[in-house]
């Protein structure tokens, strides 16, 4: 891989990920809000411990009590008036539920005087749940691990999670009132859905059952009789006691990519902002491009970046270890094999792609003769799903640690002009 080129990405990837921190855009968001009552904060997702921070330095006296409901390894220590409680992501664990019911507990007290700070981000969904009466945590883990293996997209699971909850769909906001609830939203959801983002437990619910049971068939999900019984009833909606606020979304995330490629001396293209296909596909169609681009057959032009925001899904067939963003880059080595002067990264702004420990992948036109020379078929690795331990003999693995943040992924095909430069 191209030391110049590989500098200039892991560049782009410092100052994409620090434009996109929820610190500034949350005391900004606050600092236009009227606060008239005694203040209680409830953070829950990959970045409420950042966002709860952000909250409690504005705020100073006048926070009365908060609950942080985080994945594991993503708080960063104690906050003062703070209680803070970690549980599993993507699949749920007893933790988040017992968090949950703290959360719940909290909310019941608010009285007309009081007003709740409602920090949503990315892996809510998993980390904020209190099951509806006869529905139990092995359910919600097998339906959890059913969807996220299938090829469904995360507006499609969390049409079926949210009518099985308590605290999803709006429900929670319900709990709360008659409080004002005031939810400040880092999206990582497609079209900044507020229904699907965390499963929308401050918002009503947009689907409705006819379209969970068109999910329920499309990915042949079999469920038991208390489960269906739930899908049957309509969710809320109306939330009448809250007002939202989206502090960051996939669309900021691709114009800081391109912003810093733009430093780096290649001209930027967003693609799209709202890349939702197998991540396979991606890879393979992002490799096209750069195909085209140094064949002279494109309308970009070396040296340029290609942006695409979004969130790609894996079928998973085999049982090997990866995350979206490194199957989309490995999927993207075939194609690029041997161009020289082209590299491709994918991210996940959070720092964790699947259940590992990278943040997504890098390739170049050389990845595919490493692997090979190292015994590694891409085609086997990847119905394998396997792309972590593939990327791991290439170094093509990005780390990065959890981040604070979550705004959906970031892919950048980065192609060089001056051969001699790069």
Known sequence: MSEKMRQHAHIMIKNILDENMPQPAVQRA??????????????????????????????GDRLARGIVIT?????????????????AHPIIDSNAIKATEKAVAMARTLGHNDELLFFISGGGSALF??????????????????????????????MLRKRLSAVKAGRFAAMAAPAKVFAIVLSDVLGDRLDSIASGPAAPDASTAVDAHKVVEKYNIQLNSTMESYLTQETPKTADNVKTVITGSVRLL??????????????????????????????KFLASIAMDIQNNTSTFKAPCAIICGGETVV???GNGKG??????????????AGLNNTLLFSLGSD???????????????????????????????????????????????IITGPTGTNVNDVAVLLIGGDYDQY
């Not at 114009?255 to 709202?274: D, R, V």
């Open 71 to 87: 994945k594991y390894g993503h708080s960063r220590g104690n906050i003062p008036g703070i209680d803070i409680y970690e549980a």
């Open 129 to 158: 749940e209190l099951p509806l009466p006869g529905i139990t945590l092995d359910d919600l883990k097998a339906l959890s691990s059913k969807l996220l293996a299938s090829g469904a997209d995360i507006v499609e699971i969390n």
């Open 30 to 59: 606050l600092a236009g809000h009227n606060f008239t009552g005694h203040v209680y904060i409830l953070a829950i997702g990959k970045a409420a411990w950042a966002m709860t921070k952000a909250a409690t330095d504005f705020l």
């Open 254 to 283: 691709c114009e800081s990519a391109a912003k810093a490629a733009n430093q780096l001396g290649y001209t930027p293209h967003i693609l799209t902002t709202m890349l939702n296909c197998e991540a396979g596909h991606a890879g």
């Open 351 to 397: 720092g964790t792609d699947g259940p590992t420990d990278a943040a997504g992948g890098m390739v170049d036109g050389h990845t595919a003769a490493k692997l090979k020379m190292a015994g590694l078929d891409i085609d086997a690795v990847l119905a394998n799903n396997n792309s972590y331990n593939a990327l791991t003999v290439v170094d093509g693995l």
């Open 323 to 336: 995350g979206r963003n490194q199957e989309l880059a490995l999927a993207a080595a075939r194609g690029i």
């Open 315 to 317: 079928n998973v067939k």
